[in-house]
């Protein structure tokens, strides 16, 4: 190996291990329940992280399980990624605390596992600042998440870190720490800090339970991603827990590349170390659904991710700290669900914990259900559905093993992976896949379509999939750039912070945006504020409507359309001065992230009360499935009530008089929105419908002192739903 790249690990290992310690090294024991979790929620990628050292995303829903993590594009609904990271350790010739002796000991990370072999003693997030305060029309829309972040430290160097301690009844401590960052560049990937260390504490105490050496160490994984949970929406209810997706890898000529670096001009280098998934194609489509265009509605490409785990060093032993360039041990993939149960601890479980930890050693569970190799390269063009492969009905995962180390009592070692998500952007997935339907639904339409590299075809099919499949490229850039962070001692180029406060209040004929002022207005290279406005709803695309320099506060929304919702965030932004080297990532301005000042609650133009109630409105009225192109954009299913009393209760009835909805009307203004949602959350259906509008307080005029109308006053309109 290059001996200045091996000094520059070190240093960089280095730097990681004092930041560990500094979070972890010091702290004293305490027990956190299994279900206690931190979310980082800062960048275009946003995850949560659990208390027992590993992360399964299922979250019961009813009687339904849904998958909620690793969401990629975060600023759009239902791109969760995550399924689970299925995790074990194991070591060899292990005396257990009851003098148990085991040939081979196993501990699986899940939930019910812990009090018995996981004993999780520490979680907590750091953040480099605190996280802005945002109010829209004087409601602080970031109190939800406020408690999201244990502490603040400005001396930390990336934007949050979350530290996760477990002990375990194996006397294996597991210290995992993560690493965000908000800046544009690096805000798609999270960098995971592994430190496995022989502290022989098997419980949640202080006590050393255990003062043997470990053998054999070893620490597997096999990690599923559903790429995405609209994928289930637009492919297969079952692609939400990944069944049809493909796993690929790269890095098997790392051994040869390990002392390069990544530069600009060349930031696709498929030999690092990786392993990723996108989904396929389900069985029960006539169609080719590759990116999961979605045939029903626009064509719109909803599952074109790219996820997976990047190996960005791997520590040769206790002793030595070097990368080892022949570790992982396993890159590759595997059958999701196929491995071999086992207790937690007992004896009687030996010959099963045998068996894992062959799985963990590199062996599948059963021939042909896992490989070293790219599983997609190997099948695909036989098999269009990956989990035909293996016919594993739990998908497949990407399959990493480490090991085997044996270490001293006091010893450990470190592994930094990068786990990110990456593909089309979302205006390019609404391109590609409209282009695609209307091929689709016209077979005579042979294009031609343009490719990714400037040629032709005329087969819709080819088009759309060479365009879902740049996202290979995409994600193993992600994978670079998380490299060349950790080679930069994570010493990148940094954007302005966020203003601490952003206040937006709607207005009779403009929206204001006041902020106040950054952090970081005072350090050179600071170039000013910018607002971005999106039209309604949040999850859409946003336009900048203002860029302004230093020193100055707000901007009023004149251009905004009554009835209209709106929802803004505030950036502050670099003129690109600190950013000028590329050897971190493009060079150029810097923006604070979108994510922390983003509203999720709409601003709007508001009427004046009304004066009387001869004056209420209901539109659109009639209302028909057509309205949300030809009155409020972007908003199903709104129907609006003007002119209204500034304070009353809005009953909404059926024709027959079955009262389906009641609204509180407590803002002052004369408008109030109504989703056509009945109280029972259903979408209501074509028929007459009776607006009843009681007066809750007297109302005065509040220029003249004239009493407009008396408490209990009330007035009826009717309105008709055409579906």
Not at 165 to 177: A, D, F, H, Q
Not at 194 to 217: F, K, M, Q, R, S
Not at 473 to 499: V, W
Not at 615 to 643: A, C, H, W
Request: aromatic share 12%; proline share 5%; with cysteine.
């Amino acid at each position: 190996m290059n001996k200045a790249f091996t000094r520059n690990v070190v240093k960089w290992i280095g730097v990681g291990m004092v930041m560990m310690a500094l979070f972890a090294g010091t702290l004293l024991n305490a027990q956190v329940t299994s279900t206690e979790r931190r979310t980082i929620r800062i960048g275009e990628l946003q995850n949560h992280y659990t208390s027992y050292g590993s992360d399964r995303a299922a979250l019961l829903v009813g009687s339904n399980y849904i998958y909620e993590g690793l969401q990629w594009p975060a600023g759009y609904y239902y791109q969760d990624n995550a399924v689970i990271r299925r995790q074990w350790i194991g070591c060899s010739n292990f005396t257990s605390t009851r003098d148990e002796k085991f040939e081979k000991f196993m501990i699986s990370f899940y939930g019910d596992n812990v009090n018995s072999a996981l004993f999780p003693t520490h979680l907590k997030q750091t953040a480099k600042f605190a996280t802005p305060t945002v109010y829209v029309d004087g409601v602080d829309i970031s109190a939800p998440f406020a408690g999201d972040v244990d502490e603040i430290d400005p001396g930390i160097i990336p934007d949050r870190i979350v530290v996760n301690k477990v002990n375990t009844s194996m006397g294996l401590t597991i210290t995992r720490t993560i690493y965000a960052f908000s800046q544009q560049y690096h805000n798609n990937y999270f960098i995971q800090i592994w430190n496995l260390a022989n502290t022989g504490n098997t419980d949640y105490d202080e006590e050393i339970e255990l003062t043997n050496p470990l053998t054999g160490v070893r620490f597997g994984c096999m990690t599923r991603y559903s790429v995405s949970r609209e994928g289930s929406y637009s492919i297969d209810a079952q692609q939400s827990w990944g069944k049809f997706t493909w796993a690929s890898k790269r890095g098997e000529t790392y051994a040869q590349h390990a002392g390069e670096k990544i530069t600009e001009a060349n930031p696709i280098a498929d030999w690092i170390r990786c392993g990723f998934e996108y989904a396929g194609q389900s069985p029960i489509n006539s169609f080719d659904n590759i990116g999961g265009p979605y045939v029903t509605k626009d064509g719109r490409l909803a599952s074109a991710q790219h996820a997976g785990l990047a190996v960005l060093h791997v520590d040769k032993s206790g002793a030595d700290h070097s990368d080892d360039v022949n570790q992982p041990n396993t890159l590759g993939w595997h059958a999701g669900d196929s491995y071999t149960s086992f207790g937690s601890n007992l004896f009687t479980e030996a010959d099963k914990m045998a068996l894992m930890y062959s799985q963990i050693s590199g062996i599948p569970w059963k021939t042909g259900f896992g490989g070293n190799d790219r599983m997609d390269e190997k099948y695909y063009a036989a098999m269009k559905d990956p989990s035909t492969v293996h016919n594993d009905g739990g998908g497949t995962g990407v399959w990493i093993c480490y090991g085997p180390w044996d270490l001293q009592p006091g010893e450990s070692v470190t592994i930094v992976e990068a786990e990110g998500v990456s593909g089309l952007g979302r205006a390019k997935c609404e391109e590609i896949g409209r282009r695609w339907k209307q091929a689709y639904l016209n077979p005579a339409d042979q294009g031609p379509f343009t490719l990714p590299n400037g040629s032709t075809t005329t087969n819709k099919d080819e088009y759309k999939n060479a365009w879902v499949f740049t996202g290979k490229d995409s994600i193993i850039e992600t994978f670079g750039r998380a490299k060349r962070n950790l080679d930069a001692n994570y010493l990148i180029p940094q954007p302005p912070q966020p203003p601490p406060l952003v206040d937006i209040k709607s207005g009779g004929d403009r929206i204001n945006i006041t902020w106040t002022a950054s952090p970081s207005e005072s350090e050179a290279g600071f170039g000013g504020y910018k607002v971005f406005r999106a039209t309604g709803r949040t999850d859409t695309t946003y336009q900048e409507i203002y860029s302004g320099p230093a020193g100055v506060y707000g901007h009023s929304d004149l251009t905004a359309i009554r009835g209209i919702s709106y929802y803004y965030y505030v950036v502050a932004f670099s003129d690109g001065s600190n950013n000028t080297t590329g050897e971190s990532n493009p060079t150029g301005p810097l923006m604070s992230s979108r994510y922390y000042t983003q509203t999720t609650e709409p601003a709007y133009l508001r009427r004046k009360a009304g004066t009387n109630l001869d004056q209420i409105r209901v539109v659109p009225n009639p209302y028909n499935l057509k309205s949300e192109k030809l009155q409020y954009t972007g908003e199903s299913d709104k129907i609006m009530f003007l002119n209204i009393p500034a304070l009353c209760t809005i009953r909404i009835y059926t024709e027959r008089g079955d009262l389906i909805n009641t609204i509180e009307h407590t803002n002052g203004s004369g408008d109030e929105s109504w989703n056509s949602i009945t109280s029972s959350r259903q979408v209501i259906v074509s028929g007459i419908y009776i607006a009843h509008f009681e007066v809750t307080e007297d109302y005065t005029d509040p220029e003249t002192g004239e009493l407009l109308y008396k408490k209990g006053d009330a007035a009826f309109r009717k309105f008709v739903i055409i579906r």
